[in-house]
């Protein structure tokens, strides 16, 4: 971290050997060691606030609404009818944000873990924390597994927003967790977990991807464009328990007056479409699970 | 560039301020001044070996074949015959070894001006170099706007490989530039030219696009992913002199065999028709042009 002296905030980890994706600084607003993990906020000259956990970048202000947007509407929109959702993580309150703008949402629930990043979102990133106080929204300060353990066929969507498999979040890409997510869905539901970038980590995305595959009779990886993150690019590894689910077509088309009242700046139907065209080498690879 | 000597390149430019992108070095190969700009070619420990123009990377080992791919089959596709194609710039050889690729291509011509990237690249980089003595190419050293004023009306395809909107490529993102594209054109040809990231420079794309606009009946703006770009991806504007040209849907439609025979592993008819989805915000910036 001895560049955050320097006026620059610089991301190294071993996910992402050999290349470092570093944002200018103005002011370290807030800095803690939670009972889980480090959280910092920092304000960043060109990307205005940024969360970052344990060291990894986990949104800018300037370019969060592409990762929130997609991993929200890429499930909801593959799903005829959307009412119940539950969100594993995200505590920064971008997801749920997305999630209530859907028109077919009724009831969230979120668990997230770290009562710390609830509270630091709330105070410094308003922009996403305003998604926690939505009054669809019930939130739990808990474990994700222990919760769906607990709550069996309530859910039509289940989102995983997660940190990287590192941390407090390695145990939401394993094969347990895709089966209990299954069991926490009703009959049709579909789950939708952010996992990692074909670039950095494809033997990694591979891996989450075959874990939900053994699971869910329909599966699918999606790819968005998030510039702060490393290689410019996050997946999404989806999977529905109804045979009958077309990723790639979504199901509910909304006109650009509704994506406008909705405040949607990255999705819509064609780019959920694109969002399924992967490169033929990442193609080829999952293809072989 | 003080982190070279800690091991590190990392790029700084006002094009994308306030974020650098860092690769760790394991050796500097080469580097000279040319007489166009500063020449650098780094063994990298995760990236393989990476091109550096003025400070800028312009192509690494292990993701060049996205760009390279994207910039020559996008247009090269959407054109019924292209027999007769012109690269401008493109010294290092990459966008030449795609281009020949193409069943329909018989004559590529190339028109750089910096015989150092040419040497550097054939002595350095013979993965992207080894397009340079494909036998269907002639090679000029010479300036792209002198070149195509003294040949009017040739090509099928002009492809312009450039370098950003700094230093020596300036004019290949003018106006006065694309209507030499066209009147270097036969009837019905297609030009496609770099153009930047719409995350970190959306206002350059769309002068650029405008450009286009302005000067051919049909236009289409298309992203690739590239991790070592800044924001991890590029755009591409084309232009068509053909009314009826839907860039979004290729006239050549490759078979698995024979994508595999070509090496291809980024571009696919698939991948051709997502990289015109883009993402509302800039659909629409591009809209208004």
Redesign the interface.
């Known amino acids: 971290m001895d560049r955050l002296k320097a006026g ?1 905030f ?1 991301e190294l980890n071993d996910l992402w ?8 600084v103005d002011k370290v607003l807030h800095q803690e060691q939670s009972k889980y993990q480090d959280i910092m906020v920092l304000q ?4 205005g606030k940024a969360l970052i956990l344990d060291g990894i970048i986990q949104c800018t202000e300037t ?1 969060e609404f ?1 990762y929130q947007e997609m991993i929200s509407f890429l499930p909801l929109c593959s799903h005829p009818a959307p009412k119940k959702v539950l969100i594993v993580g995200g505590g920064d309150g971008g997801v749920a944000r997305e999630v209530a703008k859907h028109p077919a949402v009724e009831e969230i629930t979120q668990v997230e873990i770290d009562e710390g990043v609830l509270r630091v979102s709330r105070e410094h990133l308003p922009f996403m924390g305003c998604g926690l106080e939505h009054p669809k929204l019930t939130l739990h300060v808990e474990d994700g597994f222990k919760f769906m353990a607990e709550h069996r066929e309530q859910f039509d969507i289940i989102i995983t927003d997660s940190s990287d498999p590192v941390g407090p979040a390695v145990s939401l890409f394993q094969k347990s967790y895709f089966s209990l997510m299954q069991q926490a869905l009703r009959p049709g539901g579909i789950v939708c977990s952010q996992a990692g970038t074909v ?2 980590s494809l033997d990694h995305v591979c891996q989450t991807f075959s874990h939900c595959h053994q699971v869910f009779p329909r599966t699918a990886y999606a ?1 968005t ?9 996050i997946g999404f590894v989806l999977g529905s328990l109804n045979q009958e689910t077309n990723f790639k077509e979504p199901l509910r088309i909304f006109s650009e007056e509704e ?1 406008d009242q909705m405040g ?5 139907a ?2 959920h ?3 399924f ?5 990442a ?1 080829q690879a999952l293809s072989v699970r």
């Not at 050997?17 to 200018?24: A, D, K, T, V």
């Not at 960043?44 to 990307?47: I, R």
């Open positions: 620059w610089s050997p050999g290349m470092c994706l570093s944002l200018q960043t000259k060109n990307h370019d592409s670039w950095a790819i464009s998030v510039p702060t993150y490393p290689t410019g690019q994506l949607l700046r990255y999705y819509s064609e780019v479409r694109a969002a065209s992967l490169p033929r080498f193609q």
